[in-house]
């Protein structure tokens, strides 16, 4: 008598057909807003907050936007020119910076050194208004100093910067103001070159840049001077 086994297999399920299991949306929900507060934490808060205190304790004069005082007030920033007008003082670079016209929507006007609206002519070498302005500057420039009609006027003291807010000088720029300051305010021409020569900042790192003068410092320190003359 011959035995016989009965086998059962179990039966075969194919992936292919087999049912994706429901999404939970407030699963997925919960999981981004979870995310989003942790991108808003790190970079939002965490990241701004450190660097805030790492550059407040080793470089606050910086980090407050270079400002510079005169008896507690701050008078400006050494990284943004001012207007300088009068025989007295020493006159910065050009500014090229203009502001909406309040007279006409969707124009504007010359407002020099006007740090909200950084920017230069944007005019080419080639541009005829560009070189009428120079070459009105250079003559002005040659008048306000009592220089020869020939005398070579500085670049920078008749050209504007790409930002229009230059706070500096060449130091050839300076050296030829220096008569009209001094008669102005009643010094030598010794001890105004003195205080053009306090106020020079050298090459950065030694090698980049050129010598330059922060005229707001060097129109500061003149002030300074003749209030202590005074007293």
């Known amino acids: ?18 049912e994706p299991s429901p999404v939970s949306w407030g699963r997925l929900v919960a999981s981004s807003v979870r995310a989003a507060v942790a991108v808003m934490l790190v970079g939002g808060i ?7 205190g790492v ?19 701050v008078m400006g920033s050494a990284l943004i020119g001012q207007q300088f007008a009068g025989a007295s003082y ?31 002519s944007n005019q080419g070498g080639t541009h005829k208004d560009l070189a009428d302005t120079v070459a009105a500057r250079v003559a002005q420039y040659r008048a306000d100093n009592a220089l020869a009609t020939d005398a070579v006027v500085p670049v920078d ?9 230059d706070p500096h000088i060449s130091v050839a720029n300076a050296l030829l103001q220096v ?13 105004v070159r003195q205080m053009v020569a306090q106020s020079t ?31």
């Open 1 to 18: 008598m011959k035995s016989s086994s009965l086998s059962i297999s179990a039966p075969v399920v194919s992936t292919a057909d087999a």
């Open 90 to 120: 020493f006159h910065g670079r050009p500014s090229a910076t203009v502001a909406p016209d309040p007279d006409k929507e969707g124009s504007s006007i010359a407002a020099p050194y006007n740090a909200a609206q950084s920017g230069g």
């Open 157 to 165: 003291a008749v050209t504007a910067s790409a930002s229009g807010l």
């Open 201 to 231: 900042q050298g090459r950065t790192f030694g090698l980049l840049g050129e010598p330059r003068v922060n005229v707001l410092r060097l129109n500061m320190a003149l002030d300074a001077q003749q209030t202590a003359a005074k007293e």
């Open 179 to 191: 008569p009209r300051v001094a008669q102005a305010r009643k010094l030598t021409p010794e001890q």
């Open 55 to 73: 550059a407040q304790a080793l470089l606050p004069y910086a980090a407050n936007g270079s400002m510079v005082e005169r008896n507690g007030l």
């Open 46 to 52: 965490a990241y701004p907050l450190a660097t805030t």
